[in-house]
């Protein structure tokens, strides 16, 4: 007998609404509900589902009933947290900061320093990009580590790591390795990827492990 499992599954990520009561099979591996979940909405990167109130992601490779998740359970759909990279310290501060691209829904929140940001060429290079703009990148304009962010009592800075990166703040174009700072609604050019960067409170910001 198939046992299904009522579930309301929260996610700034939906089109339609912000939360679906939905009826899976407890039998169903987790990655086939992120799965499904991405094909709907037809979204691309690495995603997780975790429990509203513990924000504890759930393992992917199990099923729902073999992580107690049982009916009436509250989940929250959205991208899976990365991990801090060695030599990069968290951001806790009251402000956190984030990049939208320009003409997407693609938007990458800067929760470490310094703040990586470039194109990934494999799994390495892409575990120390807190912005990875890989996707976005058609013409392959931007290095793999291209600039960096960095936070300062709620203040956000930008800089060039080479001398051939171009990017411009608010149209001008940035000195190498002389930091420029970041304000509300700052538009940020990387390359030929056009970002707008955006400081909210960090108030109801909980790091996902």
């Known amino acids: 007998m198939n046992d299904y499992i009522q579930l309301t599954i929260a996610s700034d990520e939906f089109e339609d609404k912000p939360q679906h009561l939905v009826d899976v099979l407890g039998s169903v591996p987790v990655k086939s509900i992120v799965f499904e979940i991405q094909k709907e909405f037809n979204l691309k990167g690495s995603f997780a589902l975790w429990l509203k109130r513990s924000k504890q992601e759930l393992d992917i490779n199990r099923t729902l009933s073999e992580q107690s998740i049982n009916t009436g359970a509250e989940l929250e759909f959205g991208r899976k947290a990365k991990r801090i990279p060695a030599g990069s310290v968290e951001i806790t501060g009251s402000k956190r900061g984030f990049f939208t691209v320009e003409g ?12 990586l ?18 996707p976005v990148d058609k013409s392959k304009s931007i290095s793999r580590q291209h600039a960096s962010v960095s936070e300062n009592g709620g203040s956000f800075s930008i800089q060039r790591l080479a001398e051939g990166n171009p990017v411009t703040v608010d149209g001008t174009q940035i000195g190498y390795l002389s930091p420029v700072s970041l304000k509300h609604h700052s538009v940020v050019k990387i390359g030929m990827v056009t970002l707008t960067f955006n400081v909210e409170d960090n108030a109801e910001y909980v790091k996902e492990e």
């Open 117 to 134: 940001i470039g194109r990934s060429t494999d799994t390495a290079s892409a575990s120390v990009l807190a912005v990875d703009l890989t």
């Open 104 to 115: 997407s829904k693609e938007t990458f929140a800067v929760v470490w320093q310094p703040a």
